[in-house]
């Protein structure tokens, strides 16, 4: 680490404290820079200023950290803070104190009391001031801690804490006598979707600020709207220094909570007012009067939670539009933002300092300079699109209608994604990626990030604690100092390697993801791309946007594996699991570019071009089954319990990815020997199989399927509606193959499985011992679901998907297949 890459702080080795401190005392210290540096590997983030001054043991019991008498009690949970750093309770009191540290605000003018703080009355003139903080020593046997605010204090106890944690046993603690100046480059920190409702006490280490949340929204019987919101996580977010915002979500997904049902006058006017096939998006009327109070009924009730500074509100998500002439006049969004605005002001009454968040979204995309135009100055505006923010490419994300709206001096905010997409869930450690994106956010003078981690802080802790780095201090640290740090407090053995694995990782899992593999590309393009025999293109779009030549994948291929060896020495399973999932795709990049190149060409593959697809296509089942297994491993060692959810969804997709490349090669006579072992969709339940009886058996023909003995897995998902279905058991059923109604049960799993966008228990294990390919193979599942047509329309739906696949044994050996005589195949493009 070269000094001159912290470019916005100094470290000083050697000082005389006389002419800093007045005359307190005069020391100085020969510490090495290496030992410097091991310290600041410590703290996340980087402070802006920062002096090491001296260095004093003592031991912990004679550690006092005391409070000014005018203490909040967000500085009293400041205390306990220090005093668990120190390894003791609150009631623990010092036994003849040896060192003080003293924490509380102080005037603008530096004075903490009656004793002026050094570097404390530069705080006001700092940007975001609010948060801005001072460490400095008074004495050799005193250090202070003070901000103009609360939070202020709060932080410089987060960065004392990490730094007091370095050296300490129960007997013994090193307190640096260190000199800090900080603020932050963004004034909001956070959030939204995934833990963070729950994580505030994590994030928080990280001087994180903000959690976006959903309110709880009603429609009650006689039409009037109420909300409500914890009380207790706003106010365990304020002890925290830490802020809840409530969410109004995305105002055309509303009708679920029965708003049209119970009050038909405020739907939305039209054709236009409704997205076509979806029951529950479509807008209300924002210029009616009843759904105008609805709203701000809902604004009303939240302003009242104590401790409620900031209520945001979703725009419409689709590009919908009311009928109604007042509506159609000013746009739909700018009819959403005025009404918005209505019912802000009315909350105003009961909450005279609450303000107003409004989200942007792909749906008001083409009119954002209308919004813009109809938000009075005090209301602020994020910018989410769920396809410009929800994107991890190499592209600039504020556009110049953005830019030009924070350099006239509004207050703008971004819902960024910082995992690899909305839709899957796949492991992501990028420094490269996560600096690009807040340093563009912080140099456009944003003042909010929220950002989209789901499911599981944990599972993308690099990212994250990236982002609370670069958020707070944007020009600090280069991406392998920060890789380090993060390295050095996550425990890593050699913090050292680990960063090395970091940046070398990085900018492939960034090629990757930024392609968008696996989503979107292996949600239908990659399948197609093999049955339309189109040729790969390179480097401009699509799966293979960031891969510019054949020989870019080749060293990616390369780096991947030396950074497997690098992760397998640290001995990480998180590490080493990540570095499998990227390997994998980057893998099954290859052998798909491999396997498009051959079969379009014009003319039928020849045999031994043929024989090479059949390699590629057994490696790339393989890499298939890498990712997966990498998944299983990332998750394992990310968290005790499992997710499932959308990380299922994306081990189902590189499943349903090599299965489809298999079936399109099958016309050339190449047959792929993991195909059994491949998740593949077996049937379906709908709305309408409900209607008569709520309780069915489904039966399905598996023939194909089942191959040879083993255990087959049957897996139920829940794909659209409001409600879930429930599965009662599940059996694999042999019948002869002229008579398939005369059924012979071989095997049942019989346990209640919930089917919902929370599953539980939805996959069913059915070992069979013997095989005959004279009898043909059923699945049979006892499914209950819910009748529809008596709910209201807001409540109605019950749809799932029903995969099968073979379970692989360890150890049992996949051999290639041989070679099948070619069907009619035509010249590619015909």
């Known amino acids: 680490m ?35 540096k091991a310290w600041l590997r410590h703290i996340i983030p980087l402070p802006k200023e920062i002096e090491f001054v001296n260095f004093v043991s003592r031991n912990p019991a004679k550690v006092i950290v005391t409070t000014t008498s005018n203490a909040t009690d967000v500085e009293q949970q400041a205390v306990a803070l220090l005093n668990k750093a120190l390894g003791k309770t609150s009631e623990q ?44 020593p008074i004495s050799s046997k005193k250090l202070a801690l003070t901000g103009l605010t609360e939070r202020g204090v709060y932080y410089a106890a987060v960065t004392l804490a990490q730094l007091l ?45 903000l959690a976006e949340v959903h309110a709880n929204l009603k429609i009650n019987d006689d039409g009037t709207g109420s909300a409500s919101f914890k009380p207790e996580l706003v106010e365990e977010g304020r002890l925290h220094a830490f802020k809840f915002v409530p969410i109004i979500t995305h105002l055309e997904q509303l009708a679920p909570l029965g708003l049209f049902s119970k009050c038909p006058e405020t739907r939305g006017i039209g054709p236009a007012a409704k997205l076509k096939g979806h029951a529950y998006c479509e807008v209300p009327c924002s210029s009616n009067p009843k759904y105008q109070t609805i709203l701000s009924q809902w604004m009303t009730d939240l302003a009242r939670v104590k401790g409620v500074e900031v209520i945001c509100v979703w725009l419409s998500e689709n590009d919908l539009q009311c009928g109604c002439e007042q509506c159609k006049q000013i746009g739909e969004f700018a009819a959403e933002t005025r009404a918005c605005v209505k019912a802000w002001n009315e909350a105003k009454k009961v909450n005279p300092k609450l303000k107003l968040r409004l989200l942007l979204t792909q749906g008001s995309y083409k009119t954002n300079d209308k919004v813009l135009a109809e938000a009075p100055p005090e209301v602020q505006i994020s910018y989410y699109d769920g396809g410009r923010t929800y994107d991890s490419s190499r592209d600039p994300m504020i556009y110049p209608l953005l830019d030009d709206f924070t350099k006239s001096g509004r207050w703008l905010g971004v819902y960024p994604q910082i995992i690899s997409a909305w839709r899957v869930v796949c492991p992501w450690s990028s420094p490269q990626f996560v600096k690009y994106r807040m340093t563009e956010f912080v140099d456009k003078k944003l003042s909010n990030l929220c950002v989209y981690a789901p499911p599981h802080n944990r599972m993308y802790d690099f990212n994250v604690t990236a982002a609370a780095e670069w958020s707070w201090n944007a020009h600090g640290r280069d991406e392998r100092e920060f890789a380090v740090a993060w390295a050095t407090r996550r425990g890593v053995k050699d913090p050292e390697k680990a960063a090395d694995w970091a940046v070398m990782l990085g900018p492939v899992s960034w090629d990757v993801y930024g392609s968008g593999v696996p989503y979107p590309a292996f949600f239908g393009s990659a399948g197609n791309m093999i049955r339309n025999r189109s040729k ?81 296509l057994l490696a790339l089942a393989q890499a298939g089954v890498q990712v997966n297994e990498g998944l299983k491993a990332w998750e394992a060692a990310s968290l005790d319990t499992k997710v499932g959810g959308r990380l299922a969804d994306t081990m189902d997709i590189t499943d349903q990815t090599v299965a489809q490349v298999s079936q399109a090669l099958l016309l050339f006579g190449i047959r792929n020997p993991l195909a059994p072992y491949l998740s593949r969709e077996i049937g379906q339940y709908h709305d309408n199989d ?7 058996r489904k039966t399905m023909n598996v023939t194909s399927a089942i191959s040879r003995p083993g255990t087959y897995q049957v897996k139920f998902t829940h794909t659209e509606g409001y409600n879930g279905a429930t599965v009662s058991r599940v059996a694999i059923a042999s019948a002869p193959k002229d008579n398939t109604n005369q059924l012979t049960e071989i095997v049942f799993d019989k346990h209640q499985g919930v089917i919902g966008y929370t599953p539980k228990d939805p996959i069913y294990s059915l070992p069979i011992t013997t095989h005959d390919e004279s009898l043909s193979y059923f699945v049979l599942a006892d499914i209950s679901g819910v009748k529809s047509s008596d709910k209201i329309a807001e409540r109605r739906g019950c749809n799932g998907s029903i995969t099968f696949w073979k379970v692989k044994q360890p150890g049992e050996e996949i051999k290639e297949l041989p070679l099948l005589p070619m069907s009619n195949v035509k010249k590619a493009g015909k």
């Open 2 to 36: 070269k000094q001159s890459t912290f470019r916005k702080f100094t470290v000083i080795i050697s000082l005389v404290l006389t002419t800093l401190f007045g005359g307190c005392f005069t020391t100085t210290t020969d510490k090495s820079s290496d030992d410097t």
């Open 93 to 136: 009191p010092a036994v003849r104190p040896k060192f003080e540290i003293l924490l509380g605000t102080c005037s603008k003018d530096g004075m903490q009391g009656k004793r002026k703080i050094p570097g404390a009355d530069k705080l006001a003139e700092k940007p975001n001031s609010d948060q801005a903080y001072v460490i400095a």
């Open 536 to 616: 790969p293109i390179l480097g401009k779009k699509g799966m293979y946007r960031y891969f510019p030549h054949e020989e870019h994948l080749q060293e990616d291929i390369e780096t991947c594996d030396k950074a497997l060896k690098l992760a397998t020495n640290l001995d990480d399973p998180w590490i080493i699991a990540e570095t499998k999932v990227v390997s994998g795709y980057v893998a099954m990049l290859s052998k798909l570019y491999n396997i498009a190149t051959i079969i379009s060409k014009k003319t039928p593959p020849t045999d031994a071009e043929r024989q090479n697809i059949s390699h590629d």
């Open 690 to 696: 409900f209607e008569e009886k709520q309780s069915f």
């Open 165 to 209: 944690e370095v050296k300490r046993t129960s007997s013994s603690v090193t307190i640096p006598l260190v000199r800090v100046i900080d603020w932050p480059d963004l004034s909001e920190r956070g959030e939204w979707g995934g833990n963070a409702s729950s994580d505030c006490e994590w994030m928080s280490s990280y001087k994180m600020n």
